[in-house]
């Protein structure tokens, strides 16, 4: 099955700054690579994806970058907000049909 | 509204008296899943299901377990509930299984004395 390792478990950042997490996997049959935030209290939401046949993806002030032959796949986020605060997973879709997460970070945002 | 409900969303069991968390989904969504959310832990994957009458286990399904005999509904069922089992379980569903976005329900917080 699918193992996703995901660093670091807890980053903390200056507001206006730029926050990075960093996921890998090892099943290199897996080609669908969600990342999820769960706000305190709240259930996880899709905040953005990225498929196997693409580098990277942007999506405002988020992105995700995908390196296939390293199988490791990084959230970008930049001009970070309070509102950014939250508990973020990465995960990958194996081919069995199993979604798998990483462990999570938790991201605080300092005003 | 497009959503997948759980309950109860709460519950203090005791040892050994069984329980059932129910899931329903009115999206029309193929593929259903159960997760527990532990500190450090992240989501772990108890029992996924592709379609109707079609289940697999997923990481952690010791202790569990679940069916699927309508579409909408992914009932998940505790028989001899154990503290181990004490946890934050959610319910997903997505259109198409693999490759597709989440939904996920509100979360059931199951504590087992």
């Known amino acids: 099955g699918e193992n996703v390792e995901q660093h670091p478990s807890t980053l903390s950042v200056q507001e206006g700054d730029s926050a990075v997490i960093k996921c890998t996997y090892s099943d290199s049959a897996s080609n669908y690579f969600p990342w999820y935030k769960q706000e305190l209290g709240k259930r996880p939401q899709l905040i953005i994806d990225?498929?196997?046949?693409?580098g990277e993806k942007k999506d405002q002030r988020i992105a995700v970058t995908l390196n296939k032959t390293a199988k490791h796949f990084s959230l970008h986020i930049t001009e970070t907000q309070p509102e950014d605060s939250a508990v973020y997973f990465c995960?990958?879709?194996?081919?069995?049909?199993?979604?798998?997460f990483g462990a999570g970070t938790t991201v605080t945002v300092r005003a | 509204e497009a959503q997948v409900t759980q309950n109860p969303r709460y519950l203090i069991t005791v040892t050994g008296k069984k329980l059932t968390v129910t899931c329903s989904q009115n999206?029309?969504?193929?593929?259903m899943s159960w997760y527990r959310q532990d500190p450090g832990l992240g989501l772990r994957q108890i029992y996924y299901s592709m379609n109707v009458e079609v289940t697999d286990k997923g990481d952690v399904p010791e202790g569990y377990k679940v069916s699927r005999k309508e579409k909408r509904n992914f009932p998940l069922i505790l028989e001899s509930p154990s503290p181990n089992q004490t946890s934050l379980y959610f319910c997903?569903?997505?259109?198409?299984?693999?490759?597709?976005?989440?939904?996920f329900g509100e979360g059931s917080r199951l504590t087992v004395l």
């Open positions: 995960a990958a879709w194996s081919d069995d049909y199993k979604l798998s």
């Open positions: 999206m029309n969504h193929e593929y």
């Open positions: 997903a569903s997505s259109l198409e299984g693999e490759n597709g976005e989440l939904f």
């Open positions: 990225i498929r196997s046949n693409v």
